[in-house]
């Protein structure tokens, strides 16, 4: 029982703030819109805590920005009020509260959903309940807003915020109540990077405030960064000071050490994701150690900040680039933020509720006429975000109420109706659209701003434009001020772009630190930020360093070559010394020395090899085996086994040539590596291996009969010229053939070349020399009877 008492219980707001019927905070009218505005900021942490009552925001300083977007709250709503096409026949009021930067979140929202009484009930269903404020606008930061939606929440009660860039707000079943008119963190990021890549620096300082903002924009901000050539030189977070700006001295000394950090490092580029209230201790930190020549890029939250705009001697410190949001100018709000006495429509007749606490700023108008100059001149960016919001609220309860040109029938609103109206609505406001997508966003773009000091102009100059749906930076201005000696661009790299057919080589983790190291050769590089050169094709070649390869050159032997003019003089000595054996052989052909085997090389080795064996018929064969030695003489023996050995020559080659038919095929030249050589076959070394086996042995043959008759008589010295012939020929054939298996350069073809001419001689002049000696020279002793009578003795002694 004791239960059900207490969930029928109310609960009762005590207001301890008299009533102010000139406050700028309150503005009767038959619905009344909320507004959650920071008017003063310089408090921070659990500090109010310790106490169990409401913080006073006015003790501390008046945020300018957080007043104007206050005043264009008032501005809206009066707008509307005089409008007789939107709305006609009713009126808007609003209760606006400051939010006192994050810490007086809770009641504000309470003071909105009770009723005109104070008291909100605990009920079990509110579809039929109706809160004191129909929609409320606000507040700034993200932290606040996750504070307020998860009360507003619970009552469907539609929530706008105008500067809340906060990516986890696109989570509807978190956030089901929730809209915003300023495009997400993510596009602040990403306009933030390409700005970065624009300027091709690669090397930055990323600047975080120790709060929820800077912890989830910092963390935002490296994940987009993956896939991009960016690089973080370092991170630190900035200490947030506590009530009236108190910095501790540990606080202290963090922001020297950080400032002294920045100093030392090579980036020149600082990225600051903060709100506002973390950076007037940095830069003054920044201005007293003298920091010159950096590009500090700002987030949305304090972009277009005209106080730290206004810190004396900021400018010294480098180039200020932000994110802003569009500049669309409302005509009128300039002279209305500077009026002191609001002219709001009549009240109506229900009862008016005094203001709460925190609806009070005596100093806020003559602080924003202070600076009214400055926010002229800089356009209104963020007070839009306001305006359009205002405006938004309008249009859902113009379609709610079903309103036509006449009147509007003024039902009850419950927020869960008027929530659904906001999701669909879709005008024209100053030329823009205004809509939400599926997320709750708008399609509102983003500025890049630069900061100026020249009097008179816009302290903002619009640089850049970001467009969130085609994600791209556009329209960059090319007379840009850079504040450095020379009006450059600073440079901001870890390490200088490489030259064409360099590589960069990494250094530590960064991949934006590297050294560049020469391709070698054989490889090239012509594209820059590649960390692996590229071989080159096949018939291509390139020097060390080289961007390109060339083809490679063609190499033959040419007449005018040493090593061609060597192995031509030992062709035609040979050919000559051949030509003479033939006429010396031709002359006597009817003498016992003469040869008819001389058709080819390897009819030749077949007939030294028939001979070498003829030698050992002739002096053992004939004695031991008489028989053999007659069928021998008979059937013609010497040239059956040369025919014989010819044919197999014949075969073998013929076979080669069918299964490998010659191709075209190109080398590289071992000894020069920018030219090649061609070749009929491509299976060279293969080739000269088969054709040169047959030789070979033929060749061990002839040594070995040669061999056996090593016991012949003196004067009979024909078996020692076989050896010395064919051990010529063994020795340089398998030279050759070990050469060949080892090197393929140009070199191969004159040693082939050498090699044969060579044989050639050994044969011409170890084997037929000395016979064309005998011939020339001992006529008596190329005899048959001089023969036959060796012969003779030779026999006769053995036995």
Not at 29 to 57: E, S, W
Request: glycine share 6%; with cysteine; net charge neutral.
């Amino acid at each position: 029982m004791g239960t059900t008492v207490f969930w029928m219980l109310p609960l009762l707001l005590v207001m301890p703030v008299e009533v102010r019927e000139s406050s700028d905070f309150h503005l009767a009218g038959d619905y009344l819109l909320g507004g959650l505005f920071t008017l003063h900021a310089n408090i921070k942490g659990i500090a109010h805590l310790n106490y169990m009552q409401v913080p006073r925001c006015k003790d501390y300083d008046v945020k300018v920005l957080g007043y104007n977007l206050m005043q264009a709250m008032r501005f809206a709503v009066e707008e509307i009020n005089n409008d007789s096409r939107l709305l006609p026949g009713v009126s808007l009021g609003y209760e606006m509260v400051d939010v006192c930067y994050v810490t007086n979140n809770i009641q504000p929202v309470l003071y909105f959903l009770a009723k005109e009484n104070f008291n909100l009930p605990i009920q079990q269903d509110y579809s039929s309940y109706e809160p004191r404020v129909v929609a409320v606008i606000g507040p700034d930061t993200s932290e606040s807003v996750v504070t307020v939606s998860n009360f507003l929440s619970l009552f469907l009660l539609p929530q706008i915020t105008y500067s809340a860039v906060s990516d986890e707000f696109r989570d509807n079943s978190r956030f089901p109540a929730l809209f915003r008119t300023i495009p997400s963190g993510e596009h602040q990021i990403k306009a933030m990077i390409q700005l970065i890549t624009y300027f091709h620096w690669n090397w930055v300082i990323v600047i975080a405030s120790s709060d929820d903002y800077g912890r989830e924009n910092s963390q935002l901000f490296n994940e987009k960064l993956k896939g991009e050539k960016i690089c973080v030189a370092f991170q630190e977070s900035l200490p947030v000071p506590l009530g009236n700006k108190t910095l501790m001295p540990a606080e202290k000394r963090r922001l020297e050490a950080i400032v002294d950090k920045i100093q030392n490092s090579s980036a020149k580029v600082v990225v600051v994701l903060s709100l506002d209230l973390a950076l007037y201790d940095f830069f003054e930190e920044a201005i007293s150690q003298n920091v010159t020549g950096y590009v500090w890029i700002a987030s949305e939250s304090w972009s277009i900040d005209p106080v730290i705009h206004g810190i004396s001697r900021i400018q010294q410190i480098g180039t200020f680039l932000g994110i802003s949001t569009q500049n669309i100018p409302i005509p009128g709000f300039s002279d209305f933020r500077v009026r002191q006495t609001p002219t709001g429509r009549p009240e109506t007749d229900k009862k008016h509720s005094g203001p709460t606490c925190n609806q009070e700023c005596d100093t806020c108008p003559d602080t924003l006429k202070s600076y009214n100059a400055i926010l002229t001149h800089s356009g209104d960016r963020v007070a839009y975000n306001v305006y359009s919001a205002v405006y938004t609220v309008a249009h859902a309860l113009h379609r709610l109420l079903g309103c036509n040109a006449i009147g509007c029938a003024k039902d009850t609103v419950y927020p869960w109706k008027l929530l659904q109206e906001i999701r669909k609505v879709n005008f024209t406001l100053l030329g823009h659209r205004i809509y939400f997508d599926k997320n709750g966003d708008p399609p509102m773009g983003l500025e890049i701003i630069q900061w100026q000091w020249d009097t008179g102009h816009d302290p903002f100059k619009r640089i850049a434009f970001y467009n969130p749906a085609q994600q791209y930076l556009s329209n960059v201005a090319t007379n840009i001020s850079w504040n450095t000696p020379n009006n450059s661009a600073p440079f901001s790299v870890c390490s200088n772009s490489c030259q064409l057919g360099q590589r960069k080589k990494p250094m530590g983790l960064h991949i934006c630190c590297f050294e560049c190291i020469n391709c070698p050769a054989g490889t090239y590089l012509n594209q820059s930020g590649d960390f692996e050169c590229q071989p080159c094709p096949p018939h291509e070649w390139s020097n060390e360093g080289e961007a390109h390869c060339f083809r490679r050159r063609l190499r033959f032997l040419e007449w005018r070559e040493p090593a061609t003019l060597a192995v031509a003089l030992l062709a035609g000595l040979g050919f000559l010394g051949t030509l003479g054996a033939l006429g010396v052989f031709c002359a006597d052909c009817w003498t016992p020395v003469s040869v008819l085997f001389n058709l080819c090389f390897t009819l030749c080795m077949a007939c030294i090899t028939v001979r070498s064996f003829q030698i050992v018929c002739v002096f053992k064969m004939a004695r031991r085996l008489p028989r053999a030695y007659s069928c021998w003489l008979r059937y013609r023996g010497p040239y059956a086994s040369a025919g014989l050995l010819t044919l197999l020559k014949a075969a073998v080659v013929a076979a080669h040539v069918l299964l490998t038919p010659a191709g075209l095929t190109v080398r590289h030249d071992p000894d020069d590596a920018r030219a090649m050589t061609l070749n009929c076959n491509g299976h060279y070394g293969r080739a000269l291996l088969l054709n040169t086996g047959l030789d070979l042995a033929l060749c061990v043959l002839a040594f070995g009969f040669a061999y056996l008759g090593r016991e012949l008589p003196t004067s009979y010295s024909e078996a020692k010229f076989i050896t010395l012939s064919v051990t010529f020929y063994f020795v340089s054939s398998v030279f050759l053939c070990t050469f060949v298996s080892v090197y393929q350069g140009v070199l191969v073809t004159i040693f082939d070349m050498a090699v044969t001419v060579v044989n050639l001689l050994g044969i011409s002049v170890g084997y037929f020399g000395p016979k064309c000696y005998l011939i020339l020279f001992c006529p008596e002793r190329n005899t048959a009877a001089y023969f036959n009578g060796v012969i003779q003795g030779y026999t006769m002694r053995k036995e």
